[in-house]
């Protein structure tokens, strides 16, 4: 279910910017409308007669900017009772206009997780992951801190692992491990198999490849895959079949062309996922987020 203390927490983080005395106009008057929250302000300042002479990354964060605000309002309904889905259509709207920003792209993946819409929700949450990243148009006082950074990949993965279809590591560039200086070592991997056994499914091959181009976009030298299953079957098959699983991927991407070390650890069926909320899903969704092989790129 979505957690509007998030989201709230998401908005009071941006209350206390104050622009700088080099921005541009639409910069400025957009800053001081926000803090006022006259979110009609913020589009009257992203308005090209206040954008002359601003650089493009300024007329980029001024827009990003009225996205803000249209955010805080939206949080500010949510707070006192609203749906949040019924904001849908304007959330989106911003997000496209101002591409993003991570705050809007989260409360987006909030909507499609409510209505699971699983993959969607993965692609927000990524995008969200790697907005937050960005130097350029998420400067320091807009950007999440640590734990919601994490929480922003835990979702990720969560929503990867529940999709139907396959969806990738990276939305938006190069795949990463680490966002504004907060270490994602290990992600978990969808890599899907013929049932009981440790032979790829098609949506596991796509899935499979999507992780080789993740591993050498990132050049991690050395990855450790952790293998695990759902609690169906005896412990000692579940063992044996995720340490199976785990090696397949290994000598899948070492034939691919991954040049590091590689390590295989069998977990079966001794750690479930633990998803944000498990009572959003039934049995059969929960056996298939056991079903997965993390990832860890860390020493």
């Known amino acids: 279910m979505f957690q509007i203390r998030d989201l709230l927490f998401a ?14 106009d639409g910069l400025r008057l957009a800053s001081e409308a926000l803090n006022r929250a006259d979110e ?12 002359k002479g601003c650089t493009t990354e300024e007329i980029a964060l001024t827009r990003r900017v009225a996205a803000l605000a249209t955010f805080n309002r939206v949080a500010a309904a ?27 792209l989260d409360a987006l993946g909030d909507i499609s997780r409510e209505r699971k819409d699983y993959g969607a929700a993965a692609t927000y949450y990524q995008q ?21 950074i994490e929480r922003l990949d ?8 529940a999709a139907t279809k396959p969806v990738k590591l990276a939305s938006r560039g190069a795949c ?25 499914t098609s949506e596991g091959l796509e899935s499979a490849k999507d992780l080789f181009e993740c591993l050498k976009s990132a050049k991690p030298p050395a990855i450790t895959l952790i293998g695990h299953t759902d609690p169906v079957g005896t412990p000692e098959a579940n063992m044996t079949l995720s340490i199976a699983r785990a090696e397949a991927l290994a000598h899948y991407l070492v034939d691919a062309g991954y040049p590091g070390t590689w390590t ?27 079903r997965r092989v993390d990832v860890d790129v860390g020493k």
């Open 154 to 161: 835990r979702l990720a993965s969560e929503m990867r692992l």
């Open 128 to 148: 969200a992951l790697e907005d937050s990243a960005n130097l350029e148009l998420t400067p320091d006082w807009m950007a999440p801190d640590r734990t919601y």
């Open 40 to 51: 009609a302000g913020t589009k009257v300042a992203a308005d090209p007669v206040n954008m």
């Open 176 to 200: 990463k491990f680490s966002y504004r200086g907060v270490s994602i070592r290990k992600k978990a991997t969808p890599v899907r198999y013929v049932f009981g056994t440790a032979e790829f």
């Open 11 to 24: 908005s009071a983080a941006i209350l206390a910017f104050t622009a700088p005395a080099f921005a541009c």
């Open 264 to 290: 295989v650890i069998g977990k079966g069926e001794e750690e479930p996922f633990q998803p944000d909320d498990p009572s959003a899903y039934d049995e059969a969704m929960l056996h298939q987020l056991d």
């Open 78 to 104: 949510v707070g006192q009772g609203a749906v949040l889905a019924t904001f849908e259509t304007e959330l989106t709207a911003a997000s496209r206009d101002a591409g993003g920003p991570w705050q809007v």
